[in-house]
C-alpha cells in the first residue's frame, strides 16, 4: 500500500473507532474493567466480615491469631490484542472479516488508552507473526492501528493455542486479553484452560451470514483461503443447504459451550451488522 493511501486509511479508522470509543464505549469499558486489577498491599489482624479466603495462614500460625491480605486497586490494566490475521479474515460478503477485526480491535484500544492503561497486540496465523509490547501513548496507538490496516501475514492459516501460549510467556502478570477472530480452529482447548487461568480472556468472534447458511446460488465453487483447495456442493439441493447449516451451528454451539465451560465472556458479530450493540452487550456481561 502507498504511503499516502495508509495514512489515509489509518486517519479514516482513527476517527471513527476513536469518536466511537469515546461516545459509546469508554463508560462501558471504565465500568466493566475498575478494580480488576488488584495488587498485594499488606498483611493486618483479622477483622469480622473480611473474606476467609484472604487468610494468610503463614502469618496466622506465625502470630497464633488470624491476619488476612489486604489488596487495593492498580492504578492501570495491561490489555492485550489478539489478532486473528490468518487467510480466512479475507473473506467476507459485505465486508471482509479482517476489516470488522481492525475497527473493534481499534475501539478496544483508544477505550484501554481512555482508561490509562497499556495496550500490546499479538498478530498471529499459524505462527506467531508480530508482536508489539503493551505501553502507553498516542504514538503507541496510532503504531496498532497502522499494523491493523496494514499487516500482512507470513502464513495462511490459524492456530489460537499458539497464540495463546505465547501470551502466556510474554506476559508474566495478570492481563485482559482479547481474541478476534473468525474461531477457524478447533484446536485450542488445552491453551484456553491454561491461559485463562492466567488472564483474563474474551473471545469476539468475527463471521460471515454466508459462513453459516448457503444461499440457494446451484452449483457453487467453493475455496478455502488457508488451504488453497477448491470444493463444488450443489446449493440449489434444501438437504446440503440443511446438512450445512446443521454442520455450521453445531460447532457454533460446541464452540460456545466451550468459552462458557472456562468462564470466558464471548461475543459473536456478523460482518454485515453494526457491532456497537453487540459490544455494549459484551461489556455489560463483564
Same mark, same amino acid.
Given at each position: 500500500?502507498?504511503?499516502?493511501?495508509?495514512?489515509?486509511?489509518?486517519?479514516?479508522?482513527?476517527?471513527?473507532?476513536?469518536?466511537?470509543?469515546?461516545?459509546?464505549?469508554?463508560?462501558? @469499558?471504565?465500568?466493566?474493567?475498575? $478494580? *480488576?486489577?488488584?495488587?498485594?498491599?499488606?498483611?493486618?489482624?483479622?477483622? @469480622?466480615?473480611?473474606?476467609?479466603?484472604?487468610?494468610?495462614?503463614?502469618?496466622?500460625? *506465625?502470630? &497464633?491469631?488470624?491476619?488476612?491480605?489486604? #489488596?487495593?486497586?492498580?492504578?492501570?490494566?495491561?490489555?492485550?490484542?489478539?489478532?486473528?490475521?490468518?487467510?480466512?479474515?479475507? =473473506?467476507?460478503?459485505?465486508?471482509?472479516?479482517?476489516?470488522?477485526?481492525?475497527?473493534? %480491535?481499534?475501539?478496544?484500544? #483508544?477505550?484501554?488508552?481512555?482508561?490509562?492503561?497499556?495496550?500490546?497486540?499479538?498478530? =498471529?496465523?499459524? /505462527?506467531?507473526?508480530?508482536?508489539?509490547?503493551?505501553?502507553?501513548?498516542?504514538?503507541?496507538?496510532?503504531?496498532?492501528?497502522?499494523?491493523?490496516?496494514? #499487516?500482512?501475514?507470513?502464513?495462511? $492459516?490459524?492456530?489460537?493455542?499458539?497464540?495463546?501460549?505465547?501470551? *502466556?510467556?510474554?506476559?508474566?502478570?495478570?492481563?485482559?486479553?482479547?481474541?478476534?477472530?473468525?474461531?477457524?480452529?478447533?484446536?485450542?482447548?488445552?491453551?484456553?484452560?491454561? %491461559?485463562?487461568?492466567?488472564?483474563?480472556?474474551?473471545?469476539?468472534?468475527?463471521?460471515?451470514?454466508?459462513?453459516?447458511?448457503?444461499?440457494?446460488?446451484?452449483?457453487?465453487?467453493? &475455496?478455502?483461503?488457508?488451504? $488453497? /483447495?477448491?470444493?463444488?456442493?450443489?446449493?440449489?439441493?434444501?438437504?446440503?443447504?440443511?446438512?450445512?447449516?446443521?454442520?455450521?451451528?453445531? /460447532?457454533?454451539?460446541?464452540?460456545?459451550?466451550?468459552?462458557?465451560?472456562?468462564?470466558?465472556?464471548? %461475543?459473536?458479530?456478523?460482518?454485515?451488522?453494526?457491532?456497537?450493540?453487540?459490544?455494549?452487550?459484551?461489556?455489560?456481561?463483564?
Amino acid at each position: 500500500m502507498e504511503t499516502s493511501e495508509l495514512l489515509k486509511k489509518v486517519r479514516k479508522i482513527e476517527i471513527k473507532t476513536k469518536a466511537l470509543s469515546m461516545q459509546i464505549f469508554s463508560g462501558q @469499558y471504565h465500568s466493566a474493567f475498575k $478494580g *480488576r486489577g488488584m495488587a498485594f498491599s499488606e498483611v493486618r489482624e483479622y477483622q @469480622y466480615g473480611d473474606d476467609v479466603r484472604f487468610i494468610d495462614w503463614k502469618v496466622t500460625a *506465625r502470630f &497464633h491469631r488470624p491476619y488476612v491480605k489486604v #489488596f487495593e486497586e492498580e492504578r492501570e490494566l495491561t490489555v492485550m490484542l489478539l489478532i486473528d490475521a490468518s487467510a480466512s479474515g479475507n =473473506f467476507g460478503t459485505r465486508n471482509a472479516k479482517r476489516e470488522s477485526i481492525s475497527e473493534i %480491535a481499534a475501539i478496544l484500544a #483508544f477505550s484501554a488508552a481512555q482508561n490509562n492503561d497499556k495496550v500490546g497486540a499479538v498478530f =498471529f496465523s499459524s /505462527e506467531i507473526e508480530k508482536y508489539i509490547p503493551p505501553q502507553k501513548g498516542r504514538t503507541h496507538l496510532l503504531h496498532i492501528i497502522r499494523e491493523l490496516v496494514d #499487516f500482512q501475514p507470513k502464513k495462511a $492459516g490459524t492456530d489460537i493455542g499458539n497464540a495463546l501460549k505465547f501470551l *502466556r510467556n510474554v506476559q508474566k502478570r495478570k492481563s485482559t486479553a482479547f481474541i478476534l477472530s473468525d474461531f477457524m480452529d478447533n484446536r485450542y482447548e488445552d491453551a484456553l484452560k491454561i %491461559a485463562s487461568k492466567a488472564h483474563e480472556l474474551i473471545a469476539i468472534r468475527i463471521y460471515d451470514a454466508f459462513e453459516n447458511e448457503l444461499p440457494d446460488w446451484g452449483l457453487l465453487r467453493l &475455496h478455502d483461503n488457508e488451504t $488453497g /483447495e477448491d470444493f463444488l456442493i450443489d446449493s440449489s439441493r434444501a438437504e446440503n443447504r440443511k446438512a450445512f447449516a446443521l454442520f455450521r451451528s453445531e /460447532e457454533n454451539r460446541k464452540r460456545a459451550a466451550l468459552l462458557n465451560k472456562y468462564g470466558i465472556t464471548h %461475543a459473536s458479530i456478523s460482518t454485515g451488522e453494526d457491532y456497537v450493540k453487540p459490544l455494549i452487550n459484551m461489556f455489560a456481561k463483564l
